[in-house]
């Protein structure tokens, strides 16, 4: 029996663009999925998957999923003609868009697979091949969502060229947030779809909206390091703006980013594709956090209090 694990993640900024050579800021969270891998008789690989969802998200991901698991046994040079197995999947992790659920599986089953197997695949290795995992869900995944949950922790992720920059930020200590579910699941391929057809329709406007999310990440990066969460809170919060404007959030993410900013959250956006999924509230202290989560859940939104950074 293999088993392995991989984290959850929420993105701070820059999260629909890293394609494009944006940066973007994102945060393991302690929340992860397990996998088990099993010998099993027959042929080929039967999947339990247990983990808890936003309802009808599973189900709209089955087809996907079936593709990433096709994908990850492939690059591992796993014949389950030859070794049937049983994976199954469960966890703390909500499955849900927003919080890197597919990424987390990915990263999970490789991790399983290489102890089932014995193949000594390092980190690298396994990040690696939980992007390949990717494909099956984003098309092209930038490999923020799997780095972030494959290695933990706070990091400024940027691709330039075929060169991915993983750049850790420490902070003071970590940093509670809120995050709240809008109860549609987003198709994250044709978010990416979404973007490539608004450079299409104005590349200049396109171009000097990702000039200012560029500098918003770097702005937010700063803060962080001054521990100034009231700067973290307003950039963010201008950044879902932007997003707004792009008509990459949701009806639904933007009630409830209202709400939990009368409630005193220092902040709030989208966090992940967009146009539904999760939002992200910024709640430094025990008792904000605890505030704006009940006022979240008060409208029939799941929760999950989480922190950043740790």
């Given at each position: 029996m293999g088993k392995g694990s991989g984290y959850g993640k929420t993105i701070l900024i820059g999260d629909q663009f890293v394609l494009y050579g944006v940066p973007a800021i994102v945060s393991a969270i302690s929340y992860q999925t397990e996998a088990?891998?099993?010998?099993?008789?027959?042929?080929?690989?039967?999947?339990?998957?247990?983990?808890?969802?936003?309802?009808?998200?599973?189900?709209?991901k089955a087809d996907q999923q079936v593709e990433s698991i096709n994908r990850v046994l492939k690059v591992m040079k796993v014949d389950t003609d030859k070794n049937p197995i049983k994976i199954t999947?469960?966890?703390?992790?909500?499955?849900?868009?927003?919080?890197?659920?597919?990424?987390?599986?990915?990263?999970?089953?490789?991790?399983?697979?290489?102890?089932?197997?014995?193949?000594?695949?390092?980190?690298?290795e396994i990040n690696q091949v939980a992007w390949e995992g990717e494909f099956a869900y984003h098309g092209?995944?930038?490999?923020?969502?799997?780095?972030?949950?494959?290695?933990g922790g706070l990091i400024l992720f940027q691709l330039q060229g075929d060169r991915k920059i993983v750049d850790q930020i420490a902070v003071r200590e970590p940093i509670r947030v809120v995050l709240g579910n809008s109860g549609v699941s987003a198709n994250t391929a044709a978010l990416d779809g979404l973007?490539?057809?608004?450079?299409?329709?104005?590349p200049a406007l396109h171009a000097s909206r990702l000039k200012h999310i560029s500098e918003q990440v770097f702005e937010v990066k700063a803060a962080l390091l001054a521990n100034d969460l009231e700067k973290v809170g307003s950039i963010i919060t201008e950044n879902h703006k932007v997003l707004i404007d792009m008509g990459l959030s949701h009806e639904k993410l933007i009630y409830l980013c209202d709400l939990a900013r009368k409630e005193g959250a220092l902040g709030t956006k989208l966090t992940g594709g967009g146009m539904g999924g999760f939002m992200l509230a910024l709640t430094p202290d025990a008792e904000l956090q605890n505030r704006v989560a009940a006022a979240i859940e008060s409208k029939g939104s799941y929760v999950?209090?989480?922190?950043?950074?740790?």
């Open positions: 088990v891998v099993e010998r099993n008789e027959g042929r080929g690989w039967v999947l339990t998957d247990n983990r808890n969802e936003v309802p009808g998200y599973k189900k709209s999947l469960g966890g703390s992790l909500l499955a849900g868009s927003g919080v890197g659920a597919s990424a987390a599986s990915c990263v999970s089953l490789a991790r399983a697979l290489n102890d089932e197997f014995n193949m000594g695949y390092n980190i690298e092209t995944p930038s490999g923020v969502d799997n780095t972030a949950s494959c290695y973007v490539a057809e608004l450079n299409k329709k104005d999950i209090k989480a922190q950043i950074g740790g």
